[in-house]
T-cell receptor, first 116, second 113 residues
Framework: AQKVTQAQTEISVVEKEDVTLDCVYE???????LFWYKQPPSGELVFLIR??????QNEISGRYSWNFQKSTSSFNFTITASQVVDSAVYFC?????????????FGQGTILTVHP | DVKVTQSSRYLVKRTGEKVFLECVQD?????MFWYRQDPGLGLRLIYF???????EKGDIPEGYSVSREKKERFSLILESASTNQTSMYLC????????????FGPGTRLTVL
Protein backbone atom coordinates (compact mmCIF):
# COMPACT_ATOMS: atom_id res chain seq x y z
CA ALA A 1 0.00 0.00 0.00
CA GLN A 2 1.14 3.51 -0.69
CA LYS A 3 1.14 6.31 1.81
CA VAL A 4 2.09 9.97 1.84
CA THR A 5 2.55 11.93 5.04
CA GLN A 6 2.88 15.68 5.29
CA ALA A 7 4.14 16.45 8.74
CA GLN A 8 2.84 20.01 8.98
CA THR A 9 -0.89 20.63 9.00
CA GLU A 10 -0.52 24.40 9.06
CA ILE A 11 2.40 26.79 8.74
CA SER A 12 2.30 30.51 9.30
CA VAL A 13 5.17 32.77 8.26
CA VAL A 14 5.84 36.41 7.62
CA GLU A 15 6.61 37.60 4.14
CA LYS A 16 10.23 37.09 3.00
CA GLU A 17 10.78 34.19 5.35
CA ASP A 18 11.91 30.88 3.91
CA VAL A 19 9.61 27.93 4.55
CA THR A 20 9.97 24.18 4.02
CA LEU A 21 7.07 21.80 3.61
CA ASP A 22 7.91 18.21 4.48
CA CYS A 23 6.72 15.14 2.62
CA VAL A 24 7.50 11.52 3.46
CA TYR A 25 6.23 8.64 1.37
CA GLU A 26 5.93 4.87 1.50
CA UNK A 27 5.80 2.55 -1.48
CA UNK A 28 7.04 -0.91 -2.42
CA UNK A 29 7.39 0.04 -6.07
CA UNK A 30 10.88 0.58 -7.43
CA UNK A 31 9.53 2.91 -10.09
CA UNK A 32 7.30 5.69 -8.89
CA UNK A 33 6.57 9.37 -9.34
CA LEU A 34 6.25 12.16 -6.83
CA PHE A 35 4.29 15.37 -7.29
CA TRP A 36 3.60 18.65 -5.59
CA TYR A 37 0.38 20.55 -6.18
CA LYS A 38 -0.73 23.97 -4.98
CA GLN A 39 -4.36 24.75 -4.19
CA PRO A 40 -4.96 28.49 -3.96
CA PRO A 41 -8.16 29.88 -2.43
CA SER A 42 -9.87 29.57 -5.83
CA GLY A 43 -9.84 25.80 -5.27
CA GLU A 44 -8.24 24.45 -8.45
CA LEU A 45 -5.15 22.32 -7.88
CA VAL A 46 -2.15 23.58 -9.81
CA PHE A 47 0.67 21.23 -10.74
CA LEU A 48 4.10 22.36 -9.52
CA ILE A 49 6.55 19.54 -10.10
CA ARG A 50 6.96 15.86 -10.95
CA UNK A 51 9.92 13.69 -10.04
CA UNK A 52 10.51 10.06 -10.98
CA UNK A 53 12.22 7.66 -8.63
CA UNK A 54 15.36 7.44 -10.74
CA UNK A 55 16.04 11.14 -10.72
CA UNK A 56 17.32 12.34 -7.37
CA GLN A 57 18.57 15.66 -8.61
CA ASN A 58 17.27 18.58 -6.66
CA GLU A 59 15.34 21.13 -8.64
CA ILE A 60 15.02 24.87 -8.41
CA SER A 61 12.40 26.97 -10.14
CA GLY A 62 12.56 30.60 -9.18
CA ARG A 63 11.80 30.83 -5.47
CA TYR A 64 10.75 27.17 -5.33
CA SER A 65 13.08 24.27 -4.74
CA TRP A 66 12.61 20.59 -4.11
CA ASN A 67 14.83 18.14 -2.28
CA PHE A 68 14.29 14.46 -3.15
CA GLN A 69 16.08 11.90 -0.98
CA LYS A 70 15.32 8.24 -1.60
CA SER A 71 17.37 7.20 1.43
CA THR A 72 14.86 8.90 3.72
CA SER A 73 11.83 8.58 1.39
CA SER A 74 11.36 12.31 1.47
CA PHE A 75 10.45 14.92 -1.10
CA ASN A 76 10.53 18.28 0.62
CA PHE A 77 9.50 21.62 -0.86
CA THR A 78 11.10 24.94 0.05
CA ILE A 79 9.83 28.40 -0.77
CA THR A 80 12.50 31.06 -0.50
CA ALA A 81 11.54 34.63 0.38
CA SER A 82 7.87 33.76 0.71
CA GLN A 83 5.19 36.10 -0.58
CA VAL A 84 1.54 36.59 0.31
CA VAL A 85 0.58 34.99 -3.04
CA ASP A 86 2.18 31.76 -1.83
CA SER A 87 -0.64 31.35 0.68
CA ALA A 88 -2.39 28.14 -0.31
CA VAL A 89 -2.80 24.50 0.56
CA TYR A 90 0.07 22.39 -0.74
CA PHE A 91 -0.25 18.69 -1.47
CA CYS A 92 2.41 16.10 -1.98
CA UNK A 93 1.34 13.05 -4.00
CA UNK A 94 2.71 9.69 -5.08
CA UNK A 95 1.99 7.53 -8.11
CA UNK A 96 3.32 4.02 -8.06
CA UNK A 97 4.57 2.15 -11.07
CA UNK A 98 2.77 -0.64 -12.82
CA UNK A 99 -0.75 -0.55 -14.16
CA UNK A 100 -2.20 1.86 -11.67
CA UNK A 101 -3.55 4.11 -14.43
CA UNK A 102 -2.20 7.21 -12.84
CA UNK A 103 -3.85 6.75 -9.49
CA UNK A 104 -2.38 9.28 -7.09
CA UNK A 105 -2.09 8.94 -3.35
CA PHE A 106 -2.19 12.35 -1.70
CA GLY A 107 -0.88 13.57 1.60
CA GLN A 108 -3.16 15.41 3.99
CA GLY A 109 -2.07 18.81 2.74
CA THR A 110 -0.24 21.69 4.42
CA ILE A 111 -1.99 25.01 4.80
CA LEU A 112 0.55 27.77 4.30
CA THR A 113 -0.33 31.30 5.35
CA VAL A 114 2.08 34.09 4.51
CA HIS A 115 1.41 37.30 6.39
CA PRO A 116 2.44 40.70 5.01
CA ASP B 1 -4.15 24.67 -22.23
CA VAL B 2 -5.91 21.69 -20.79
CA LYS B 3 -9.31 22.59 -19.49
CA VAL B 4 -11.26 20.55 -17.00
CA THR B 5 -14.66 21.96 -16.17
CA GLN B 6 -17.18 20.91 -13.57
CA SER B 7 -20.86 21.63 -13.89
CA SER B 8 -21.30 23.52 -10.62
CA ARG B 9 -19.06 25.31 -8.14
CA TYR B 10 -21.61 25.07 -5.33
CA LEU B 11 -24.49 22.67 -4.88
CA VAL B 12 -26.99 22.20 -2.08
CA LYS B 13 -29.08 19.03 -1.97
CA ARG B 14 -31.33 17.28 0.50
CA THR B 15 -30.78 13.89 2.07
CA GLY B 16 -32.02 11.13 -0.19
CA GLU B 17 -31.80 13.10 -3.42
CA LYS B 18 -30.00 11.70 -6.44
CA VAL B 19 -27.10 13.96 -7.32
CA PHE B 20 -25.15 14.21 -10.56
CA LEU B 21 -21.77 15.88 -10.74
CA GLU B 22 -20.50 16.40 -14.26
CA CYS B 23 -16.93 16.78 -15.45
CA VAL B 24 -15.73 17.57 -18.95
CA GLN B 25 -12.18 17.74 -20.29
CA ASP B 26 -11.19 19.09 -23.68
CA UNK B 27 -7.79 17.49 -24.31
CA UNK B 28 -8.73 13.97 -25.34
CA UNK B 29 -7.28 12.50 -22.15
CA UNK B 30 -7.80 8.80 -21.59
CA UNK B 31 -7.85 8.78 -17.80
CA MET B 32 -10.33 10.63 -15.63
CA PHE B 33 -10.71 10.71 -11.85
CA TRP B 34 -13.10 11.76 -9.12
CA TYR B 35 -11.76 12.74 -5.70
CA ARG B 36 -13.31 14.13 -2.59
CA GLN B 37 -11.39 16.54 -0.41
CA ASP B 38 -11.98 16.84 3.32
CA PRO B 39 -9.98 18.85 5.86
CA GLY B 40 -7.14 16.84 7.35
CA LEU B 41 -7.68 13.95 4.95
CA GLY B 42 -6.31 15.38 1.73
CA LEU B 43 -7.77 14.08 -1.51
CA ARG B 44 -9.21 10.59 -1.61
CA LEU B 45 -9.96 8.77 -4.82
CA ILE B 46 -13.57 7.75 -5.32
CA TYR B 47 -13.54 6.27 -8.83
CA PHE B 48 -11.45 6.50 -11.95
CA UNK B 49 -11.85 5.63 -15.58
CA UNK B 50 -9.09 4.68 -17.98
CA UNK B 51 -11.26 4.50 -21.06
CA UNK B 52 -14.79 5.04 -22.29
CA UNK B 53 -17.24 2.80 -20.45
CA UNK B 54 -14.44 1.55 -18.22
CA UNK B 55 -14.32 2.31 -14.53
CA GLU B 56 -12.43 1.23 -11.46
CA LYS B 57 -13.16 1.73 -7.79
CA GLY B 58 -10.86 3.97 -5.89
CA ASP B 59 -10.31 4.04 -2.16
CA ILE B 60 -13.77 5.22 -1.06
CA PRO B 61 -16.38 4.15 -3.66
CA GLU B 62 -19.21 3.38 -1.23
CA GLY B 63 -22.29 5.47 -1.90
CA TYR B 64 -21.08 6.59 -5.32
CA SER B 65 -21.27 5.41 -8.89
CA VAL B 66 -19.85 6.81 -12.13
CA SER B 67 -20.59 6.95 -15.79
CA ARG B 68 -18.33 7.52 -18.77
CA GLU B 69 -20.26 7.26 -22.01
CA LYS B 70 -18.00 9.64 -23.93
CA LYS B 71 -14.28 10.15 -23.63
CA GLU B 72 -14.52 13.77 -22.59
CA ARG B 73 -17.18 13.39 -19.92
CA PHE B 74 -17.03 11.64 -16.55
CA SER B 75 -20.03 11.82 -14.22
CA LEU B 76 -20.17 11.12 -10.52
CA ILE B 77 -23.52 9.96 -9.16
CA LEU B 78 -24.72 9.96 -5.59
CA GLU B 79 -27.68 7.60 -5.71
CA SER B 80 -29.13 8.76 -2.40
CA ALA B 81 -27.23 11.67 -0.93
CA SER B 82 -26.38 11.61 2.75
CA THR B 83 -25.03 14.30 5.05
CA ASN B 84 -21.65 12.55 5.28
CA GLN B 85 -21.22 13.17 1.57
CA THR B 86 -20.99 16.89 2.17
CA SER B 87 -17.56 17.67 0.76
CA MET B 88 -15.51 19.24 -2.00
CA TYR B 89 -15.48 17.08 -5.11
CA LEU B 90 -12.62 17.38 -7.56
CA CYS B 91 -12.43 15.95 -11.04
CA UNK B 92 -9.14 15.36 -12.84
CA UNK B 93 -7.94 14.08 -16.17
CA UNK B 94 -4.63 12.73 -17.38
CA UNK B 95 -3.11 11.56 -20.65
CA UNK B 96 -2.50 7.85 -20.84
CA UNK B 97 1.25 8.11 -20.32
CA UNK B 98 2.90 6.90 -17.15
CA UNK B 99 4.07 9.63 -14.84
CA UNK B 100 2.10 12.47 -16.37
CA UNK B 101 0.50 14.91 -14.02
CA UNK B 102 -3.23 15.12 -13.51
CA UNK B 103 -5.13 18.25 -14.46
CA PHE B 104 -7.82 19.31 -12.07
CA GLY B 105 -11.13 21.08 -12.38
CA PRO B 106 -12.17 23.90 -10.03
CA GLY B 107 -14.15 21.63 -7.74
CA THR B 108 -17.77 21.37 -6.66
CA ARG B 109 -18.59 22.12 -3.07
CA LEU B 110 -21.57 19.92 -2.26
CA THR B 111 -23.66 20.43 0.85
CA VAL B 112 -26.22 17.78 1.77
CA LEU B 113 -28.83 18.97 4.25
Amino acid sequence: AQKVTQAQTEISVVEKEDVTLDCVYETRDTTYYLFWYKQPPSGELVFLIRRNSFDEQNEISGRYSWNFQKSTSSFNFTITASQVVDSAVYFCALKGGGTSYGKLTFGQGTILTVHP
Amino acid sequence: DVKVTQSSRYLVKRTGEKVFLECVQDMDHENMFWYRQDPGLGLRLIYFSYDVKMKEKGDIPEGYSVSREKKERFSLILESASTNQTSMYLCASRPGLAGDEQFFGPGTRLTVL
